[in-house]
């Protein structure tokens, strides 16, 4: 078994480019391979999955991975399993599996929740095995935003929120069971957890969380309680965000970052706290939510403006993701556009 090191700092390869964990053939190996990263989170199963799954299923591709990577392989989790049907993606969240989830599967006898408990516990196996420091976990709530809301959720069910927030809590506390059991000392690097800085476009009373931050909340009350070895890592995606106009922007945002997390921190010992950046290869590459908000306000104009921000991120936190978008010219499977990123970040990266 491989292990790898998780020295400072540590650097993550996350993008929708990357195929799943039962496509990641030998091409995208050799791209890993030859990058600079020291891992890359790769979707365990796609997002919107609903098949029912076993350790044979992927027993094939944990071997091939453990023969033929240089690199460490996180399973990437989505929360987005538990997650009624929705507005956001139509297509995708109308299936008679999502359209049955009352907002969210927060019952025990919810056979979503049964499955999620299962992905999560397989992905931690195969962590495991492939001597990677631990998964990656996405609590974005793809099928449906609107599930964020307590109140919403609780109105779908039926019950009082209160109840609503305990049973969340509650699945949190199972999932670091479930992680003790399997890899004791694994790193759960979340692409965010609400815990403290504001999230963007979610409007709730004071002091009020996601729905997916009180699992989280869960889980690092159990591993306060219970004495954990695991870690939980903050992804920055909503604290941060993906863009900065300049450094001395990504300056401001990192000290009112740390300002918002100060007490959380404080609290929970298990929380460690990662950094994020969108890079693009040349400004008029970008496209989407690229060209809107900070994104399209950026002075950025090509890769080598941004490394003086990348080192920053490197020199603020133990973790940082790069996180390469869909809708950038940055693609890191494709030889020309990962090789000019990797030629330019070759004395950035650690």
Known sequence: ?????????????????????AKFDRPAVEAINASPYAGVAVPFIDAYDTAQHSAADFAAQTEFLQQ????????????????????????????PYFIAIKGMAINEEDAPLQDFYTIWRLALQTARKLGAPGIFVDPEAYNNYQHYYLANVAQQQGKPEDEVQKRLEAIGAKLISIAREEYPTAILWFTFTGLAAPIQGFREAPGRLTTSSYIIKGMLDACKSSQAEIKIVSGGMTSLGYCYTSLPDMEKVI?????????????????????????????DGKKG??????????????IEDFKPLIKKLLATYQYVWIYAAVVSDYNPYKPESAGYFHRACDKVFP
């Open 255 to 283: 000290q009112q970052r740390a300002d918002y997390f100060k007490p959380v921190l404080a609290k929970y010992p298990h929380l460690h706290l990662a950094g994020t950046i969108a890079p693009w290869l040349h400004q």
């Open 68 to 95: 033929s990577m240089q690199k460490a392989v996180w399973p990437w989790v989505f929360f987005n399993r538990i997650i009624g049907k929705g507005t956001n993606n139509k297509r995708q969240s109308n299936k």
């Open 289 to 302: 939510w690229l060209q809107q908000g900070k994104c399209r306000k950026s002075e950025l104009r090509d």
């Open 1 to 21: 078994m491989k292990l790898y090191s998780t020295v400072l700092p540590y650097v993550l390869l996350v993008s929708f480019l990357t195929p799943t964990m």
